[in-house]
């Protein structure tokens, strides 16, 4: 069965960091490029980080560049968002997904309100 699970979400003040990792299970994390998006209230799901199968590629929407870093460990099919510097505009619900092997696959979701 597969599965993506998202932690580490939560309320935190404007200028505040936290630390997502969402931990695979079921599929060949490692053949499998993973991302991070984000939807916030009515709003479109946006993409907000995205890291190649090996790690050696990342990519990010320019709203969260310089402040967002994505990385993974695939001995531990986890893959991680260190979110600093974090803004009101960052509140959203924030999803893990794998995509490969003709798949894509999808994280429950975890909330991350920025407010004072």
Do not use: H
Not at 16 to 35: D, E, I, K, T, V
Not at 36 to 58: F, M
Not at 77 to 98: E, G, I, P, R
């Amino acid at each position: 069965q597969v599965q993506l699970v998202e932690s580490g979400g939560g309320l935190v003040q404007p200028g505040g960091s936290l630390g997502l990792s969402c931990a695979a299970s079921g599929f060949a994390f490692s053949n499998y490029a993973m991302s991070w998006y984000r939807q916030a209230p009515g709003k479109e799901r946006e993409l907000v980080a995205s890291i190649s199968i090996g790690g050696g590629y990342t990519n990010y929407a320019d709203s969260v560049k310089g402040r967002f870093t994505i990385s993974r460990d695939n001995a531990k099919n986890t893959v991680y968002l260190q979110m600093n510097s974090l803004k009101a505009d960052d509140t959203a619900v924030y999803y893990c997904s794998a995509r490969g092997e003709g798949k894509r696959y999808w994280g429950q979701g975890t909330q991350v309100t920025v407010s004072s």
